[in-house]
């Protein structure tokens, strides 16, 4: 097993001594085709697991790094996910030639169906369990539906008080900031939304991964036209519900009424959103590590003892968490890496995807 954000000694003791499976995250086995600790020349079976997980978590630069490593023939591949948005499907295109997608499901869900599920939540805590929500899932773009205007305007301050890329949507806005928002969306650039069923009627945006309701609808049908703002063009879509008290029983009848299969989850802990936002950071921060050169590197290599003070120092170890928050706060404006949506290649010019793209030499 090889995985990032421990040493690389005993890794590479252990591909030294030789490995029928190696599993590991896309950084670290670049990483290690990088040192010429892996090779992959005698590589029979790919499997990208949790796919949509990798991608939520920033992997996309790393994994076509790592098809640039593999062997120019035909492999086993293949790819598990537990969504099927477009963009999942766009990668498995990338990486297996020709690729057959099966869903399976006690209930047969195509993947043209939107997934509905809701936590219970205290009416109390919306807000931070909204936050820890995208801190888990991540979202490539979403819409959030709240029914009036000033709890739209509260969950966008809210957003943007934690980092997030978020603007508002609402009556309450003049002509030139409901332009400059609509731009936004227009172009593909503002990542969350915060709006009311009324002013988000006629907004069409691609690629739409999520859709969550902040609180349910007043009137049912809003849900349908809510949630079906997501998964559409062959794409599975994800529509989330933040529901406390007697919203819970407002959820309960829109689902019977349109005989939805609801799913209840548990909300993420703190220590869940801890551990995600820790491995995110350390992806983030050991791929820039990688892209620096010999000189900036050797530079670098001036602040190593004064890191190791501050880490060993209880009190100024909060100067490393400053540092880390901000960096983190940036890459929160930041699109998630997607695949880009590309004609597909013709049979002489196309490798074959799962085994290969040429072997970079180093």
């Known amino acids: 097993a090889v995985y990032g954000g421990v040493g690389y000694g005993a890794q590479i003791d252990a591909l030294k001594q030789g490995a029928h499976i190696v ?19 005698h590589l029979k079976m790919l499997i990208l697991d949790e796919a949509d997980r990798m991608l939520s978590m920033g992997f996309y630069p790393d994994m076509k790094q790592v098809q ?77 539906f709240c029914n009036t205007k000033a709890k739209v305007h509260y969950v966008s301050v809210v957003l943007q008080r934690f980092g997030y890329d978020a603007d508002e949507l609402s009556a309450d806005l003049s002509q030139k900031e409901r332009e400059r928002v609509l731009g936004r969306v227009r172009e593909g650039t503002l990542r969350f939304l915060v709006a009311t069923d009324v002013a988000a009627r006629g907004l069409d945006i691609p690629d739409l991964s999520h859709v969550i309701q902040y609180e349910p609808p007043e009137d049912p049908e809003a849900y ?54 820790t491995e995110r950071v350390t992806t983030l921060l050991e791929a820039r590590l990688r892209e620096r050169d010999k000189l900036q590197t050797e530079r670098s290599q001036r602040f190593v003892p004064l890191a190791r003070a501050l880490a060993d120092n209880e009190d100024e170890s909060a100067i490393i968490a400053m540092l880390l928050d901000d960096y983190y706060q940036q890459t929160l404006h930041t699109p998630v890496p997607q695949p880009r949506e590309e004609k597909p290649p013709t049979t002489e010019s196309r490798s074959p995807r799962s085994g290969g793209n040429r072997r970079r030499r180093r």
């Open 224 to 277: 349908i036209h809510r949630a079906g703002r997501t998964g559409r063009a062959g794409a599975m879509g994800i529509a989330v519900s933040l529901v406390s008290g007697v919203e819970k029983f407002e959820l309960d009848r829109i689902a019977k009424r349109f005989s939805i299969a609801m799913q209840e989850r548990p909300l993420p802990s703190d220590a869940d959103v801890e551990a995600v936002v």
């Open 68 to 144: 640039r490593y593999l062997p120019n023939r035909p492999l086993n591949a293949c790819m598990f996910s537990a969504t099927f948005p477009e963009y999942i499907m766009r990668t498995a295109r990338e990486f297996i030639r020709h690729p057959e997608f099966i869903t399976l499901s006690q209930d047969h869900v195509h993947v043209t169906d939107t997934e509905h599920i809701f936590y219970s939540v205290p009416g109390m805590d919306k807000d931070r369990s909204l936050v820890r929500l995208i801190e888990i899932e991540n979202p490539v773009s979403a819409i959030i």
């Open 23 to 41: 599993v590991g995250t896309p950084g670290r086995v670049l990483d290690h085709l990088l040192k010429r600790a892996l090779s992959l020349d």
